[in-house]
């Protein structure tokens, strides 16, 4: 399972109450998360991280939120299970892939990958997600692409590009998750856009308010988390160990039932 976007404490909640019901439903073998706005909307710190890996999330990816909280330098430094994008500089602190193994399981190879339309301009993703394949298929026929990028064509073309090469692309960064899940010709499963895990009753997680106010006046606000409607967001995908091949492709959005107050 791959977990879209968690934004803030909401997000985080809302891996801690409805993971283990979905790793069950879906019988998981492997969940990979990006965690780019885990604390407070903006980057990712050691506790949070720590958070939502015992919450049963097995590798975080991250995107263009990497250096908002600069303690994610020992993350990037010392953990394992945490993936940055791949085409940052050469030099740049972190892995842009890791493998992950456990016993009885095909390892997995996790490649992270940022778009450079309407973005920052990173290294070209598409011959260093090449280069980067390479390396992982010398331990894993089971490949899986977070593409974090703004622009669909960007994710579709990568995606395409990759087909018959990884097992699955799934794209995170706009929070809007999208309804074209499918699987190429070649067996690589897609889908533009994971959405988001957090508040829903919010612009893409924050509180709304004060981004139509940003939007009108051009003046800078704070953008807090919202709270209300947390969904938890992303997609499931059935992979055969001997291929590589996705089998299926299934979208999530489950919401977090909470007590009333
Ligand atoms: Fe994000
Ligand atoms: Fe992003």
Known sequence: MFIADIVGQPGRRAVKELLPGLRQKHGL?????NGENAAGGSGITVKTAEEIFSAGVDVMTCGDHLWDQKEVIE????EKRFVRPANYPAGTPGQGS???SKNGFAPVGILNLQGRTFMAAL???FPCALAEIDRLKQS??????DFHAEATSEKVALARYLDGKVSAVIGTHTHV???DEQIFPGGTAFLCDGGFTGPH?????????????RFITNIPQKFEVAKGRVLLQGAVVEIDGASGKALAIQR???????PAV
Do not use: M
């Not at 993350?75 to 010392?78: D, G, R, W």
């Not at 999530?252 to 909470?258: A, C, D, H, K």
């Open 140 to 145: 894993a026929k089971i490949i899986f692409v």
């Open 177 to 179: 998750q999208t309804a």
């Open 29 to 33: 073998d492997l969940v990979i998360a």
């Open 75 to 78: 993350l990037l430094e010392k």
């Open 252 to 258: 999530v959005s489950e919401p977090l039932i909470e």
């Open 123 to 125: 290294e070209n993703p």
């Open 201 to 213: 009753e919010s612009v893409i997680g924050r509180e709304i308010e004060p981004i139509i106010k």
């Open 98 to 100: 890791t493998l992950f």
